[in-house]
């Protein structure tokens, strides 16, 4: 099988911080790929260089067999590479239903901005109704996105990610900071998109347990570096990774 | 039986008077859902029209400013309120739409608005590019440069400007119909404010709005989210600048003669107080925050005219006071603005007689 989004020996540092060290994976359509490892470890640098937002010094990304080198953040999101972020970073002043309408633009068809279309404006709310729907956020559609309680904002954005209809979706940390009962229901929703709309999945996690019970490949990263990439199966026999979480044995 | 009945009629109330049920997608996207929303914006309309038969001149030239003003103000409104990017070059805007429509006037005004509203919004997307790079306050004082620029331009090219005398315009006329004054006037104001106010309330609620309010909103993700920030940005200056140049074209054609005075940055001033005031981002702020500032000023000189004379003097000063003091008591009781205000009374009404 192909991969669909393979990074090569990418390194990037910030004067004297080597923030990534020649990191090489291949991620396959409809994988599940978890990407662990402790604080600093250099994850969300990984996953800005993956969307443009950084670039490396050395190495290259590929997506979907293309070269991404001098490709804008933007045009990553049109060809289908989507991303949440850490810290909320949603349309805050705009409705639940706006933000998952910017979102569903990438998927139905953009038009002219200044040349109002309604027919494609129609196929965009139909859809992005059928996100709210399917996230269960449809009640919520004219609330202002910046007025939800953290949990649900975090799950407009990743309404918003997935309208686009992306093929392979970034999420950076999409669990942390929710409780037992929402990350239960964002894994859910998460496994049904990749299952239903073939969406491949890449994440940076903290949450152990839900990596190991829901990926199908795991990076373990520690300064930059990759300890571990393979099954996850294989993380806690690991005695690098073991060494890089808890230290090493006396 | 009894509980039957009263759920029919609270049904039937807010279908007809409020917004609260609505059934489709589209009825939540119509401009106006209800029947008496739908009335009302009839007779408004109808009520537009029939303006100058029911005003005396004086009042209705004012009137005719705080249309010129609002569309103005719905362009600065697209720009602050909508992109989040900030101007203090509008005047500039306003001049150089008003130079155009002087130098087309006469039988030719309407074309001749038209340009100066196309060559202002080239001008704006001009203005646009340092917001490419800078933010916040750097940006609006990247704006006073051009403000400035035109200042001297209009000053100076004497050729096409008059220079500091400044030009005269023959009364618009459309359709071979004269409009000497204010009266007739107004229905060229109306041709390009109504279709003006329609245009941007359909951007703001289609793709162009929410383009414009992610990048306001937060650019990075926006980005992310595949908006062209370059392209979104550089639309917002030039619709803002091209409504500004029709503002202008209309105001030149309403004074009848233009000066480098009448586009100070005093002026730029005024229509962001508009805007704050209106409260940013919506259409009906517009008209509201225009009506405020142009009105407020008469309605103190019309005071000030009733003690008589012989204090005019006196009060001349504290015009200004009362003027910037209302702004701030504004700022600080309502911070929505007009439009703010204007939502918690329809708030209270939609839900009518229940407190929730």
């Known amino acids: ?250 | 039986m009894l509980f039957r009945l009263s759920q029919t009629l609270t049904d039937r109330y807010s279908r007809t008077f409020a917004r609260t049920v609505r059934a489709t997608y589209r009825q939540d996207e119509a401009y106006a859902s209800t029947p008496l929303g739908r009335l009302w914006l009839w007779t408004a309309l109808v009520l537009l029209v029939m303006l100058p038969l029911l005003l005396p001149p004086y009042p209705m030239y004012v009137v005719v400013l705080i249309a010129i003003a609002s569309i103005g103000a719905l362009g600065l409104h697209l720009l602050v309120g909508g992109a989040g990017q900030i101007s203090l070059g509008h005047a500039a805007f306003l001049g150089i739409g008003a130079y155009t429509a002087s130098h087309l006037a006469g039988p030719l005004a309407a074309v001749g608005i038209l340009l100066g509203g196309v060559l202002a919004g080239l001008i704006g997307i001009v203005l646009g590019l340092p917001s490419l790079r800078i933010k916040g306050t750097y940006l609006a004082i990247a704006t006073l440069a051009l403000q400035f620029l035109a200042d001297y331009v209009f000053k100076r090219w004497e050729a096409v400007t008059g220079g500091i005398r400044g030009r005269t315009l023959p009364p618009a006329e459309f359709l071979g119909i004269s409009m000497p004054n204010a009266d007739a006037l107004w229905y060229l104001v109306l041709l390009f404010a109504i279709p003006l106010f329609f245009y941007a309330k359909r951007l703001l609620s289609s793709r162009a709005g929410r383009l414009w309010y992610a990048v306001r909103d937060n650019d990075l993700s926006a980005r992310l989210s595949g908006v062209d920030l370059t392209r979104a940005k550089l639309t917002a200056f030039a619709i803002s600048a091209f409504y500004a140049g029709i503002a202008g074209g209309l105001l030149a054609n309403l004074y009848k003669s233009i000066t480098p005075d009448n586009f100070v940055l005093t002026f730029s001033i005024q229509y962001l107080a508009m805007v704050i005031v209106g409260g940013a981002g919506t259409v009906l702020g517009a008209v509201l925050g225009a009506t405020f500032i142009v009105l407020i000023p008469e309605v103190l000189n019309a005071i000030v005219g009733a003690f008589g004379p012989q204090f005019a003097p006196s009060f001349a000063a504290w015009r200004n006071v009362v003027f910037g003091a209302l702004i701030l008591l504004f700022l600080i009781l309502e911070p929505l603005g007009l439009v703010g205000l204007w939502g918690r009374i329809r708030d209270y009404f939609r839900t009518w007689p229940l407190p929730y």
């Open chain 1, 1 to 250: 099988m192909t991969p669909i989004l393979e990074a090569h020996d990418l390194s990037l540092s910030f004067r004297g911080v080597r923030a990534l060290n020649g990191v090489s994976f291949a991620v396959n359509p409809g994988d599940f790929f978890a990407i662990i490892g402790p604080n600093g470890a250099g994850k969300t640098s990984l996953l800005n260089v993956l969307s443009g937002l950084y670039r490396p010094q050395r190495g290259r990304v590929r997506f979907l067999g293309e070269d991404l080198s001098g490709v804008s953040p933007q045009e990553r999101a049109r060809r289908g590479l989507g991303r949440t972020f850490q810290n909320l970073e949603l349309f805050r002043g705009m409705s639940v239903l706006d933000n998952v309408k910017l979102g569903a633009e990438l998927a139905v068809g953009a038009y002219g901005a200044l040349t109002p279309d309604a027919r494609k404006e129609w196929a965009i709310r139909r859809w992005a109704e059928e996100v709210l729907d399917y996230l269960h956020l449809s009640p919520l559609r004219h609330k202002h996105a910046g007025a939800l309680p953290y949990g649900l904002q975090k799950r407009v954005e990743v309404a918003r990610a997935l309208a686009g209809k992306p093929k392979v979706l970034l999420l950076d940390e999409p669990m942390a900071g929710l409780s037992l009962e929402e990350k239960q229901d964002l894994a859910r929703f998460l496994l049904d998109a990749r299952r239903e709309w073939g969406v491949t999945l890449v994440l940076v996690e903290h949450d152990l347990k839900a990596v190991l019970e829901l990926s199908t490949g795991v990076l373990v990263m520690s300064y930059g570096e990759v300890l571990y990439l393979g099954e996850p199966g294989g993380v806690r026999d690991n005695p690098r990774v073991t060494e890089a979480y808890l230290g090493r044995s006396a």
